[in-house]
């Protein structure tokens, strides 16, 4: 009988838990990720992830980290030409408040250290007409590019690593479920709201305008035209006090741009900066925990 409990102890431990209690803490495994298929080194720029990717073969290239961004990323209209790549199709893309018709290019692999995604096709726009100087890239990774696996971000170390062996549960201790990529609950000042988190947003928070008077007190000030992916919008400037729990992360006096366009909470760049952010799309399971 002791044997027979000490193999299923162990067997639980190695899916993921048996019931409750067996649920791991979603912040130990965001900080301690099991045999990392990738471990690799970024550079932040107004706290935008940037990595080194290889397309074709080739490189490398300048890749942002996007949580925002669907598929499996994006490419400079620039690198059609700097790779003798065609155009070979048409999509749509929306930004929140505006939907884009699209151009799409095929790419036999595109390669991030020893993560490699095949025969894959990319939204391709000029983003450089936005993101210039130390800002500009020549491409986005978006959120399929980790689809079948734990991605963790750990803004500390300037680190991005991913595992297929470690795993996130919804039930994990501290961990945020989500149905729609990556929207997840959240509280500010205990009352509950949801919240995508998107780390190729350069500002701490976007609130609705019709969400302000719910998360703070704080008077607007105008703050100019916001640019979005596909429009601009007009936007006011505010101070969430909070607290504003997110997983197990506590943030206070944030930065919130504020807009009567956008739809959703956003929590951007600047807010997840201070996190190890893990991201398991296999269980729709996410963890935010301090540094």
Same mark, same amino acid.
């Given at each position: 009988?002791?044997?027979?409990?000490?193999?299923?102890?162990?067997?639980?431990?190695?899916?993921?838990?048996?019931?409750?209690?067996?649920?791991?803490?979603?912040?130990?495994?965001?900080?301690?990720?099991?045999?990392?298929?990738?471990?690799?080194?970024?550079?932040?720029?107004?706290? %935008?992830?940037?990595?080194?990717?290889?397309?074709?073969?080739?490189? /490398? *290239?300048?890749?942002?980290? &996007? @949580? !925002? =961004?669907?598929?499996?990323?994006?490419?400079?209209?620039?690198?059609?030409?700097?790779?003798?790549?065609?155009?070979?199709?048409?999509?749509?893309?929306?930004?929140?408040?505006?939907?884009?018709?699209?151009?799409?290019?095929?790419?036999?692999?595109?390669?991030?250290?020893?993560?490699?995604?095949?025969?894959?096709?990319?939204?391709?726009?000029?983003?450089?007409?936005?993101?210039?100087?130390?800002?500009?890239?020549?491409?986005?990774?978006?959120?399929?590019?980790?689809?079948?696996?734990?991605?963790?971000?750990?803004?500390?170390?300037?680190?991005?690593?991913?595992?297929?062996?470690?795993?996130?549960?919804?039930?994990?201790?501290?961990?945020?479920?989500?149905? %729609?990529?990556?929207?997840?609950?959240?509280?500010?000042?205990?009352? /509950? *709201?949801?919240?995508?988190? &998107? @780390? !190729? =947003?350069?500002?701490?928070?976007?609130?609705?305008?019709?969400?302000?008077?719910?998360?703070?007190?704080?008077?607007?000030?105008?703050?100019?035209?916001?640019?979005?992916?596909?429009?601009?919008?007009?936007?006011?400037?505010?101070?969430?006090?909070?607290?504003?729990?997110?997983?197990?992360?506590?943030?206070?006096?944030?930065?919130?741009?504020?807009?009567?366009?956008?739809?959703?909470?956003?929590?951007?760049?600047?807010?997840?900066?201070?996190?190890?952010?893990?991201?398991?799309?296999?269980?729709?399971?996410?963890?935010?925990?301090?540094?």
């Amino acid at each position: 009988m002791q044997l027979t409990l000490k193999i299923v102890a162990s067997l639980c431990l190695a899916i993921g838990g048996c019931g409750t209690a067996w649920t791991k803490d979603a912040c130990e495994v965001a900080r301690h990720p099991a045999d990392p298929v990738i471990r690799l080194p970024f550079s932040t720029v107004d706290d %935008r992830i940037y990595v080194e990717a290889h397309i074709n073969g080739r490189g /490398p *290239f300048r890749f942002a980290v &996007d @949580t !925002g =961004a669907s598929g499996v990323g994006r490419l400079d209209t620039s690198m059609l030409s700097a790779l003798g790549l065609q155009t070979s199709g048409n999509t749509t893309t929306s930004d929140a408040v505006k939907t884009a018709e699209v151009k799409t290019t095929h790419l036999d692999s595109l390669t991030l250290g020893s993560l490699t995604r095949r025969d894959i096709d990319l939204i391709t726009r000029d983003y450089k007409k936005h993101a210039k100087g130390d800002a500009a890239f020549d491409g986005i990774l978006g959120r399929d590019f980790f689809a079948d696996g734990l991605v963790v971000i750990d803004y500390e170390r300037r680190q991005i690593e991913f595992s297929r062996a470690s795993h996130l549960a919804q039930d994990d201790s501290g961990a945020l479920p989500y149905e %729609r990529a990556f929207r997840v609950p959240i509280r500010i000042h205990g009352d /509950p *709201f949801e919240a995508h988190l &998107d @780390t !190729g =947003a350069n500002v701490g928070m976007v609130v609705p305008r019709a969400l302000w008077d719910s998360v703070s007190s704080a008077p607007l000030a105008q703050a100019g035209t916001g640019q979005l992916s596909n429009t601009k919008i007009d936007t006011a400037r505010g101070v969430v006090a909070g607290p504003l729990q997110l997983g197990a992360m506590t943030l206070e006096n944030l930065d919130a741009r504020v807009s009567d366009r956008f739809p959703e909470i956003l929590m951007g760049a600047h807010a997840l900066s201070s996190s190890i952010l893990a991201i398991d799309q296999r269980s729709r399971a996410i963890a935010v925990c301090p540094i």
